[in-house]
């Protein structure tokens, strides 16, 4: 029972990318806390940040939306 599955790519400039797929539709709603966007069930960012922040984040904004869909 997964309902988001985020694939993090990291480069050597220090850009991090994240591609997110979910069977709830909140891949959307996370990628937007980064800047990023897509569809609500396949989405992604880049950003410059560290990869322990960046792992931080995700799970912070993933939690709070599914907290979202889980009250609306």
């Keep these: 029972m997964w309902r988001l599955v985020a694939l993090l790519e990291t480069y050597p400039d220090g850009k991090l990318t994240a591609r997110l797929r979910g069977n709830l539709p909140i891949a959307d709603t996370v990628a937007g806390y980064f800047g990023g966007g897509g569809h609500p069930?396949?989405?992604?960012?880049?950003?410059?940040?560290?990869?322990?922040?960046?792992?931080?984040?995700?799970?912070?904004?993933?939690?709070?939306?599914?907290?979202?869909?889980?009250?609306?």
């Design 41 to 72: 069930y396949a989405a992604g960012f880049r950003v410059y940040e560290s990869y322990d922040e960046i792992v931080r984040e995700l799970v912070t904004a993933t939690d709070q939306a599914l907290q979202e869909a889980e009250q609306g």
